[in-house]
């Protein structure tokens, strides 16, 4: 288990292990644009061609995790071209395994979906409302002499099935006849049989060169209770026995899945081919969608979830559609950036760089601006009569007129201790002795002396205030620097969580040196830093679970949906102003 590092004094570096990775970054230069995405041009022609005269997609996940980045696109993709061509999507669960999924995973899948923007026509779909179906389905392939039921024990019917250079070998039961496999499959149902006993496989060919096709499995015993059938079957269909099937109850006109799914394609038409199914819809893949510093497997990110490594399934560093949501993602940035990453069958890695492009793109342009402290000092303006306040205003957005917000200024203040230096470097443009620097929206203050204890902590800054600066330039002189800060009394404590990636190496499932490493040695053990005792603007305290921020020259940061609480807040930060893992 990782535990993050807490501290509570923030060091004026960035944390330790924030800078550690360099990488190239390929940053998008121009705003989103939209690439090149083959399976709209196949979807046009056939609407222009009258193949189709209208499109019906979906999008199946299996429940058995939260849907990851990966899915998003395969949303994008479905609802997506659904809603451009005023098509329908529908929401179908791919539910033929009983054992690993959960409601849960229902539940979350379908609040992804529609935080996302998209709704599916019509009601959720099961798989497994077409269980009765597709035990006819498999009836009438017994019925036409094209299934039968083998006996082969699950290690014999693997040794029958030959490999990828050999053929395999024809079951001893293959040649049953009609009545005995209808009889043993209708035994099969009622329960009879052990699991592993018995299976009941289509009849196709066991010297194909594709392994799919060699007599495969339509249904296996299986004595487990289903979240949607209960224990109304013991046997289930199997995912390639389902899913074209499936396709073609619902009408799909074009049903679009990744390229892993290429070699079962065959299998897929042979079905339509082989029952009398109401429609014969089309298979069409696409890759896969690979970030990196990310895993998107279901099985690594409940691995992850399970062993601790990360808080829950929605952590903000996961990347679960509800994790990036919960950072302060907003749907847009993620159909942006599905639109930027296009729809191809060639692959690749995509650079998370771009999808970091894609959620600044939409805060800078959307998010409200606010200042917040993280590593408070204390200023006292000696000069500033005692017991005044002034109210300033501050325009929310710099472009936008998103309206104002209002920021007591008195006699004490909070800044960042990281904008004053004793003896500053070259070129710094914060505060030193002697020094001026604006305060943000405020006056021009300098340092005039700085108050330590023993150890050379710094307490407090003693500071004056030129009363004629406010919203305008002072006489005769320039100020190069500007600071944000918040008042002292009226700033609201808060707590603020700096994310970063969640694996230290590019390819999770290799370490610097390229070679093969288990993905949980690659966790990077800075990828959560919390510091406490932050100064929030007084407005922020109306912040709305979810809602992002501009924290001026900080970041992008949002308020936690599940950890803050009014008097406690909390803050994520979705991402950092600037691209720095390159540059720092
Ligand atoms: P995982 O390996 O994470 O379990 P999966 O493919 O088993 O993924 P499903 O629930 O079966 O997950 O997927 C639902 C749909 O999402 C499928 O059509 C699948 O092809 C698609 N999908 C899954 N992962 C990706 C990905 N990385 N990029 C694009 N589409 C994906
Ligand atoms: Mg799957």
């Given at each position: 288990?990782i535990?993050p590092?807490?501290?509570?004094?923030?060091?004026c570096?960035?944390?330790?292990?924030?800078h550690l990775?360099?990488?190239?970054?390929?940053?998008?230069?121009s705003?989103?644009?939209?690439?090149?995405?083959f399976?709209?041009?196949?979807i046009?022609?056939?609407?222009?061609?009258?193949k189709?005269?209208s499109?019906?997609?979906?999008?199946?996940?299996?429940?058995?995790g939260y849907?990851?980045?990966?899915?998003?696109?395969?949303?994008?993709?479905?609802?997506g071209?659904?809603?451009?061509?005023?098509?329908?999507?529908?929401?179908?669960?791919d539910?033929?395994?009983?054992?690993k999924?959960e409601?849960?995973?229902?539940?979350?899948?379908?609040?992804?979906i529609?935080?996302?923007?998209?709704?599916?026509?019509?009601?959720v779909?099961?798989a497994?409302?077409?269980?009765e179906?597709?035990?006819?389905?498999a009836?009438?392939?017994?019925k036409?002499?094209?299934?039968?039921?083998c006996d082969l024990?699950?290690?014999?019917?693997?040794?029958?099935?030959?490999?990828?250079?050999e053929?395999?070998?024809?079951?001893?039961?293959?040649?049953r006849?009609?009545?005995?496999?209808?009889?043993l499959?209708q035994?099969?149902?009622?329960?009879?049989?052990?699991?592993?006993?018995r299976?009941?496989?289509?009849?196709i060919d066991?010297?194909?060169?594709?392994?799919?096709m060699?007599?495969?499995?339509?249904?296996?015993?299986?004595?487990?209770?289903?979240?949607?059938?209960?224990?109304?079957?013991?046997?289930?269909?199997s995912?390639?026995?389902?899913?074209?099937?499936?396709?073609?109850?619902?009408?799909?006109t074009?049903s679009?899945?990744?390229l892993?799914?290429?070699?079962?394609r065959?299998?897929?038409?042979?079905?339509l081919?082989?029952?009398p199914?109401?429609?014969?819809?089309?298979?069409?893949?696409?890759?896969?969608?690979?970030l990196?510093?990310?895993?998107?497997?279901k099985?690594?990110?409940k691995?992850?979830?399970?062993?601790?490594h990360v808080?829950a399934?929605?952590?903000p560093?996961?990347?679960?559609?509800s994790g990036?949501?919960?950072r302060?993602y907003?749907?847009a940035?993620?159909?942006?950036?599905c639109?930027?990453i296009?729809?191809n069958?060639?692959?690749g890695?995509?650079?998370?760089?771009?999808?970091?492009?894609c959620i600044?793109?939409?805060?800078?342009?959307?998010?409200?601006?606010?200042?917040?402290?993280?590593n408070p000092?204390r200023?006292?303006i000696?000069?500033?009569p005692e017991?005044?306040?002034?109210?300033?205003e501050?325009?929310?957005?710099?472009?936008?007129?998103?309206g104002?917000?209002t920021?007591?200024?008195s006699?004490?203040?909070?800044?960042?201790?990281?904008?004053?230096e004793d003896?500053?470097?070259?070129?710094?443009k914060?505060l030193?002795?002697?020094v001026?620097?604006?305060?943000?929206?405020?006056?021009?203050i300098?340092?005039?002396?700085?108050?330590?204890d023993?150890d050379?902590?710094?307490?407090?800054?003693?500071c004056?205030?030129d009363?004629?600066t406010?919203?305008?330039?002072p006489?005769g002189r320039?100020?190069?620097?500007?600071?944000h800060?918040?008042?002292?009394?009226?700033?609201?404590?808060?707590?603020?969580?700096?994310y970063?990636?969640l694996?230290k190496?590019?390819?999770?499932?290799k370490?610097?040196?390229?070679?093969?490493?288990?993905?949980?040695?690659?966790?990077?053990?800075d990828?959560?830093?919390?510091?406490?005792?932050?100064?929030?603007?007084?407005s922020?305290?109306?912040?709305?679970?979810?809602?992002?921020?501009?924290?001026?020259?900080?970041?992008?940061?949002?308020?936690?949906?599940?950890?803050?609480?009014?008097?406690?807040?909390?803050?994520n930060r979705?991402?950092?102003?600037?691209?720095?893992?390159?540059?720092?």
């Amino acid at each position: 288990m990782i535990s993050p590092l807490y501290i509570l004094a923030y060091p004026c570096a960035q944390p330790a292990g924030v800078h550690l990775f360099k990488d190239i970054m390929s940053k998008p230069e121009s705003s989103v644009t939209v690439a090149a995405n083959f399976l709209r041009t196949i979807i046009q022609e056939d609407l222009e061609s009258g193949k189709h005269g209208s499109v019906v997609t979906r999008f199946p996940p299996e429940p058995n995790g939260y849907l990851h980045i990966g899915h998003a696109k395969s949303i994008c993709l479905n609802f997506g071209m659904a809603k451009e061509f005023g098509g329908v999507c529908h929401l179908r669960f791919d539910d033929t395994n009983p054992e690993k999924e959960e409601q849960e995973y229902i539940d979350s899948i379908k609040d992804d979906i529609h935080w996302l923007g998209f709704d599916w026509d019509g009601p959720v779909r099961y798989a497994s409302d077409y269980f009765e179906q597709l035990y006819d389905w498999a009836i009438h392939l017994i019925k036409t002499g094209k299934a039968f039921v083998c006996d082969l024990s699950p290690e014999e019917g693997r040794e029958y099935r030959g490999s990828l250079t050999e053929p395999g070998k024809n079951s001893p039961f293959r040649e049953r006849s009609i009545e005995e496999n209808l009889d043993l499959f209708q035994r099969m149902r009622a329960g009879e049989f052990a699991e592993g006993e018995r299976a009941l496989r289509a009849k196709i060919d066991m010297a194909s060169p594709n392994m799919n096709m060699r007599d495969p499995v339509l249904y296996r015993i299986r004595h487990a209770e289903h979240h949607q059938t209960g224990d109304k079957w013991c046997i289930y269909p199997s995912y390639d026995f389902t899913h074209g099937q499936s396709d073609a109850i619902e009408l799909i006109t074009h049903s679009m899945c990744t390229l892993e799914f290429e070699d079962h394609r065959p299998l897929y038409e042979w079905f339509l081919d082989n029952l009398p199914v109401p429609a014969k819809p089309r298979q069409y893949e696409f890759a896969r969608l690979n970030l990196n510093y990310t895993v998107t497997s279901k099985r690594k990110l409940k691995q992850l979830v399970d062993e601790g490594h990360v808080s829950a399934w929605d952590d903000p560093r996961m990347s679960t559609i509800s994790g990036f949501r919960r950072r302060g993602y907003t749907p847009a940035s993620i159909r942006n950036f599905c639109d930027m990453i296009g729809v191809n069958r060639a692959g690749g890695i995509v650079d998370l760089s771009m999808l970091e492009f894609c959620i600044r793109e939409d805060l800078d342009a959307n998010a409200s601006r606010a200042m917040c402290v993280l590593n408070p000092v204390r200023v006292v303006i000696t000069n500033y009569p005692e017991g005044q306040t002034e109210q300033l205003e501050l325009p929310r957005h710099p472009k936008t007129d998103m309206g104002t917000r209002t920021l007591p200024f008195s006699r004490e203040i909070y800044i960042d201790a990281c904008d004053y230096e004793d003896e500053p470097p070259k070129g710094y443009k914060r505060l030193s002795p002697g020094v001026e620097v604006r305060l943000r929206g405020s006056y021009v203050i300098r340092a005039d002396e700085a108050i330590r204890d023993t150890d050379g902590t710094l307490l407090e800054l003693r500071c004056s205030y030129d009363p004629d600066t406010l919203g305008k330039n002072p006489e005769g002189r320039k100020v190069k620097g500007v600071i944000h800060w918040v008042p002292a009394a009226e700033s609201v404590e808060c707590e603020v969580r700096l994310y970063d990636r969640l694996f230290k190496e590019p390819n999770p499932d290799k370490n610097a040196e390229g070679e093969d490493v288990h993905f949980l040695e690659n966790v990077n053990p800075d990828s959560l830093v919390v510091l406490k005792g932050c100064r929030a603007e007084p407005s922020l305290a109306d912040a709305q679970a979810g809602e992002g921020f501009q924290f001026e020259r900080e970041g992008y940061f949002c308020l936690d949906s599940k950890d803050s609480q009014p008097g406690a807040l909390v803050f994520n930060r979705t991402v950092t102003l600037r691209d720095s893992w390159g540059a720092k």
